[in-house]
Nanobody, 126 residues
């Protein structure tokens, strides 16, 4: 059974940092494009970042470029999202997901992702 589990969310102040982790069981993450998405109530799920399979190319949505970094830890079968200089607009539930595609020159629509975690809440407030 495939399971993705996000962790690392919490309540932080503007300017703080968080590390989100996506740990997998039943699947080897380095065979999949991994995406991070976020969603706030009443809005559509937004693609934040993704990392490709073989060359670990990455993509970031404009609002997080220069602040977020996605990376793989294949030894731990985990993908991490390092979030720096957090802003109140970053407040959302963050989800990781796995896609059978090979690359991520852009973040593919969330409907193309096969496996999903249940999400972790990130709240940025002073």
């Amino acid at each position: 059974q495939v399971q993705l589990v996000e962790s690392g969310g919490g309540l932080v102040q503007p300017g703080d940092s968080l590390k989100l982790s996506c740990a997998a069981s039943g699947v080897t993450l380095d065979y999949y494009v991994i995406g991070w998405f976020r969603q706030v109530p009443g809005k559509e799920r937004e693609g934040v970042s993704c990392i490709s399979v073989s060359d670990n190319m990455t993509y970031y949505t404009d609002s997080v470029k220069g602040r977020f970094t996605i990376s793989r830890d294949n030894a731990k079968n985990t993908v991490n999202l390092y979030m720096n200089s957090l802003k109140p607009d970053d407040t959302a539930v963050y989800y990781c997901a796995a896609n059978f595609a090979a690359g991520c020159p852009i973040i593919l629509p969330y409907t193309t992702y096969t496996y999903w975690g249940r999400g972790t809440q990130v709240t940025v407030a002073s």
